[in-house]
């Protein structure tokens, strides 16, 4: 087993400014050594990219890829890994929202499970250990409702197939990276996982998702209708 030595976080940003710092600061307290972020921003209005920028003056393991407009979350991590592979030449990438749900507590666990061997390893809401705060009972039954589907449709063997914070082997995300998928939107976390099921070691390591506290969510039912029809064309 090989230490993990250089860790990327790949972060898709619109209009999140307000959460940029305390983010930063979070990972800053996460305790993973040789830690860089990249922030994917896609030309947010409120100024999110002025306020990456200015942090990048004071931190310099922080940059940040500009995209001309909002391209979707699928197509912000595929260029984030490209564009991490190419400069920061990490040991892993991680993903991870910039709305403050995906704890930076957890990164340590994720990246010592692809220190230990694996490929992939997602933050699970649904295996023994982990949870959601601030749901209410609607939310927890489409979220429920889409994993199972995704599991059904796809062959997948994961608890948690729609978590958007996981952890990639350098080999794994450079196959992510590179592949022509289905999937621009939130269905890419289901879409990277059915390219990868076969060849490629996923585990997972539970987490407790939050609520947002600032910002606005980007998902909405026209998302969720999306998705059920991506997973449809993926399994035909």
């Known amino acids: ?22 983010l930063v600061e979070s990972l800053e307290r996460a305790g993973v050594p040789s830690l860089s972020i990249l922030f994917v921003d896609d030309s947010s209005p409120d100024g999110t990219a002025g306020e990456i920028g200015r942090l990048s003056e004071e931190k310099h ?8 407009s909002k391209m979707g979350i699928g197509s912000a991590y595929q260029d984030g890994f490209k564009a991490a592979i190419n400069s920061i030449k990490p040991d892993v990438l991680v993903e991870m929202d910039a709305d403050l749900q ?7 666990g994720l990246v010592k499970a692809i220190g230990e061997g694996a490929d992939v390893a997602i933050a699970s809401r649904y295996i023994t250990g982990g949870g959601i705060s601030g749901w209410g009972r609607l939310r ?6 889409a994993n199972a589907y995704a599991r059904s449709m796809l062959g997948l063997k994961v608890k948690d197939a729609t978590s958007g914070f996981r952890a990639f082997s350098k080999g794994a995300a450079e196959a992510v990276a590179q592949a022509e998928l ?7 976390q ?15 390591v539970p987490f407790t998702f939050a ?8 998902l909405g039912l026209a998302d969720v209708a ?7 064309r993926m399994a035909s």
Do not use: Q
């Open 1 to 22: 087993m090989l230490p993990a030595e250089r860790v990327c976080v790949v972060v898709p940003t619109y209009n999140e400014k307000e959460n940029i710092m305390p």
């Open 61 to 68: 393991w922080i940059d940040l890829l500009r995209r001309p």
């Open 211 to 218: 609520e947002r506290t600032a910002g606005k969510s980007k």
């Open 182 to 188: 289905p999937a621009k939107g939130f269905e890419f």
């Open 102 to 108: 995906h704890p930076a507590s957890a990164l340590p």
């Open 226 to 232: 999306k998705f059920f029809v991506a997973v449809l």
């Open 140 to 145: 927890r039954i489409v979220s429920r409702g």
């Open 190 to 204: 289901v879409a990277t996982l059915h390219l990868l099921k076969d060849k490629w070691k996923i585990v997972e």
